[in-house]
């Protein structure tokens, strides 16, 4: 069964630095969502992404977070400058068109700065 | 219901039992409804899922009611197996979004 992989599984990073997470959707699918999780709490809804732009952010996703397709196959969510409220686990959802809401989860990369 | 801090409320059933999980929303203008599974360490997967113009809806050994009335949302699992332990996350969406809202999410632990 196809299903969303995300690299790298844990990420440790200094506080400052950037890094970035990677994505790979389930071929057919069109919409993309980054999703975080920050230990202990509920997911929390970071940005979606259609036709190459953003569809919708939250009000977490300020300046710092940037997404892009670099390569039409991954889709990636790059933190510029990390802070320590950064470390979470961060999720890719995919979904394949409009009329079907189901989101299909990665397993997730946890991130954690230092 | 909710919770404080970094504890979930927690269910604990034995083996064969069946499990009902509740979630309260507080939004009328919800109009989608998804129930998800997480396991530790793993992403969430969907479960089941019901729209706001439905009260019941059944899957596989699981079933989702919701009672509008009370904006109340339950996911029953028939014959709970160890497997089945796990955070259970309902997710709301509303007007059109199909970005959902979380819920803390309830911890299922499965007694063989």
């Known amino acids: 069964e196809p299903e969303v992989t995300q690299t790298p599984s844990h990420q440790v990073t200094q506080m400052g630095q950037e890094v970035i997470l990677r994505c790979v959707p389930i071929?057919?699918?069109?919409?993309f969502y980054w999703y975080r999780q920050i230990l202990g709490q509920k997911v929390e809804f970071l940005v979606s992404f259609y036709n190459n732009e953003i569809s919708e952010k939250s009000e977490i996703f300020d300046d710092q977070f940037s997404v892009e397709r670099p390569d039409g196959s991954n889709f990636t969510l790059k933190i510029r400058s990390t802070k320590l409220e950064d470390s979470a686990m961060y999720f890719c959802?995919?979904?394949?068109?409009?009329?079907?809401?189901?989101?299909?989860f990665g397993p997730g990369t946890r991130l954690t700065v230092l | 219901g909710e919770s404080v801090g970094l504890h979930l409320p927690t269910l604990s059933v034995q083996e064969g039992d069946n499990s009902i999980i509740n979630c309260a929303y507080s939004?009328?203008?919800?109009?989608?409804f998804i129930w998800y599974k997480q396991e530790s360490g793993k992403g969430p997967q969907f479960i089941i899922d019901i729209r706001s113009n439905m009260d019941k809806r059944q899957g596989q050994r699981v079933t989702v009611l919701l009672n509008k009335t009370v904006k109340h949302l339950s996911l029953q699992i028939a014959a709970t197996q160890p497997g089945d332990s796990a955070v259970y996350f309902c997710?709301?969406?509303?007007?059109?979004?199909?970005?959902?809202?979380f819920g803390r999410g309830t911890s299922l632990i499965v007694h063989p």
């Open positions: 071929s057919n699918h069109l919409y």
């Open positions: 939004n009328s203008a919800s109009d989608y």
């Open positions: 959802a995919t979904k394949d068109q409009r009329s079907t809401d189901t989101q299909y």
């Open positions: 997710a709301e969406t509303r007007g059109g979004s199909y970005i959902p809202t």
